[in-house]
């Protein structure tokens, strides 16, 4: 059963009793919201989150951030004995006690990245069964300290838009089984400082329950553009193979949504074509977007990307072409960076081609930064510091190197994520491991982040010889499987296909990319970097300081055999808070 239009526009809200985490006899047998940080299995129906959380006091769902700002937060129900054959939630309206402040739901356009107006957005979680451990050892070692606390079961993974055709509303529950919903909530750059309230109105069959919800809006507003930069990588061939067309404006919005820019290599008839992309046109209201980074550009625009491609792989070429691109660059888009990339994760027997290359383009005047994936090595480096930007795994990174390089004008970005060091990147590890990576960045001052896929649909050429390289992502979790027998659960996979040609069973009848909770919390963590660089800003060094150490004590090269990093939400919102309160209070 779905809502009408008219009750949703209207406000109107349906009477029920005062609720708690145990609802009533019949298709609920309880509900309860629980923070962004949070991966609630569909079977775990003793969650510690259940009686309290920090959107959750048993009774209201309460959430808060700055303006300028998307928030979050869960709604899980949890079936009763005869399960819930028609399952729906909505949240009309967010109106401001004692002022004028409203933030609206509007349905979902055709489009799912089209914005304007939607300022809540909400979705079902769709999820996936892990019934073995990823065993690719750069991302956790198995059965080690570091692996995640709670590795294996029925995970929630995609984030799916209430109207898709699978999984959109209402759903159908099993028996003594959990079904949680997403809410978006992006608070609007002009929305008073206050509390705003309203109702999540849920219908279980023929049971209509709601749940309070309360959002605190601090008195101050998150930048447009971010404090570091979040580089995953985007391949629109993989879009055009499952949708049968070209969506790159689609894409390229719902990842300025999420405050990350999705990169490949540009030269200049690509970068000519996406102009708008960069000069922040493409991100208007004009062109279906409101949210953060409104009328902001991509700051990315990398010449070559795995690899020096046949433009540049001789030094002839470099040598020649390096100013061609420069030039053009400097003229067309001014203040954006830029880097050749050098052969992916090179080996010794690469160092001195990489070396030549770099020469050659010095050699050619231009001002074309060489970019490798590679731990600081002094071999490769040579006596002319052959590289510019050095961008390693995390449990390689050298904290002496880096700050090295930055007195010397050059850079060590990370990639990628890997338990203890940082947090990883898979589906059965921690909701937050993704935010921690954007908490160890600022503690170690990293100005970019490198993720190496957002879109692994089609396997690389890494693959397995006998698997399928085009993926059906929707059926197995298992998305990167190489030669060598190494394989990860979600890996690669941030985002999945919302129409699929190739597997028409699993086409949602979405057209765009359909989220997920580790790329939410991604977003998560680069709102985080905001408030803390908006606090260091403002002062509050004592604070930043401490609030860092609690958060990742010891990350990177100073990781012991565990993780240091809280694995739930709740310390990460609880830190957020007191950040929050000291900014509106030294702010005013």
Do not use: C
């Amino acid at each position: 059963m779905t809502f009408s239009r008219r009750t949703l526009l209207a406000g109107t809200l349906l009477a029920a009793a005062p609720l708690s985490a145990k609802a009533t006899a019949g298709p609920l047998a309880a509900l309860w919201a629980v923070n962004d940080g949070e991966k609630v299995d569909a079977d775990d129906l003793a969650n510690p989150n259940k009686q309290h959380n920090t959107a959750w006091d048993g009774h209201t769902a309460r959430v808060f951030g700055a303006r300028n700002e998307v928030v979050a937060f869960q709604l899980v129900a949890e079936a009763g004995a005869a399960g819930i054959g028609a399952l729906s939630v909505r949240l009309p309206v967010l109106r401001q006690v004692g002022g004028p402040g409203v933030i609206r739901y509007a349905p979902p356009a055709a489009d799912p990245t089209y914005t304007v107006g939607r300022q809540i957005q909400v979705f079902s979680e769709r999820y996936m069964r892990i019934s073995e451990k990823s065993n690719a050892d750069w991302i956790y070692l198995r059965d080690s300290p570091a692996e995640p606390p709670d590795p294996l079961g029925v995970k929630p993974v995609q984030l799916v838009p209430e109207n898709a055709v699978q999984g959109g509303f209402p759903l159908t529950v099993p028996a003594a089984t959990n079904q949680a919903f997403w809410f978006d909530i992006y608070i609007p750059r002009r929305a008073p400082a206050g509390v705003y309230r309203g109702q999540v109105e849920v219908r279980a069959d023929d049971l209509h329950r709601v749940v309070p919800v309360e959002l605190t809006v601090f008195p101050f507003t998150l930048p447009d553009q971010n404090s570091i930069t979040a580089m995953f990588y985007y391949e629109s061939s993989q879009v055009e193979l499952r949708y049968g067309r070209n969506l790159d404006p689609v894409f390229h919005r719902f990842a300025h949504r999420h405050r990350v820019e999705f990169v490949d290599a540009y030269d200049i008839t690509k970068a000519t074509a996406a102009r708008n992309r960069f000069t922040g046109t493409d991100f208007t209201r004009a062109n279906g977007y409101e949210g953060p980074g409104e009328g902001v550009g991509n700051t990315l625009v990398p010449r070559t990307f795995y690899g020096p491609e046949p433009d540049f792989d001789t030094p002839e070429k470099a040598k020649a072409n390096a100013p061609l691109w420069t030039d053009w660059l400097s003229r067309n888009l001014p203040g954006k960076k830029t880097f050749l990339y050098m052969p992916d994760e090179p080996g010794t027997e690469e160092y001195e081609y990489i070396r030549s290359l770099s020469a050659a383009v010095r050699a050619s005047g231009a001002p074309l930064p060489i970019f490798t994936t590679h731990s600081y090595d002094a071999v490769l480096d040579g006596p002319d510091k052959a590289i510019d930007i050095w961008a390693t795994v995390a449990d390689l990174y050298d904290s002496a190197a880096a700050r090295m390089l930055r007195k010397q004008g050059r850079d060590m970005w990370f990639y990628n994520g890997q338990r203890p060091n940082v947090g990883s990147v898979v589906i059965e590890s921690p909701a937050t491991d993704p935010r921690a990576n954007l908490w160890a960045a600022y503690k170690h001052d990293v100005s970019t982040y490198f993720y190496w896929h957002t879109d692994h649909w089609r396997h690389n050429k890494q693959v397995l010889p006998g698997r399928e390289r085009n993926q059906n992502v929707w059926v197995d979790p298992v998305t990167f499987y190489n030669k060598r027998g190494w394989w990860a659960n979600g890996d690669g996979v941030l985002m999945y296909p919302g129409e699929d040609l190739i597997y028409p069973d699993q086409d949602r009848g979405i057209a765009g990319p359909i989220s997920t909770i580790q790329l939410a919390n991604f977003r998560r963590g680069l709102q985080d970097h905001l408030y803390l660089t908006m606090a260091r800003e403002l002062g509050l060094d004592h604070l930043v300081d401490r609030t860092v150490e609690q958060i990742v004590p010891a990350v990177f090269d100073d990781a012991g055999p565990r993780v240091s990093f809280p694995q739930q939400g709740n310390a990460f919102e609880h830190a957020r808070l007191e950040l929050a309160r000291a900014i509106s209070a030294r702010a005013r």
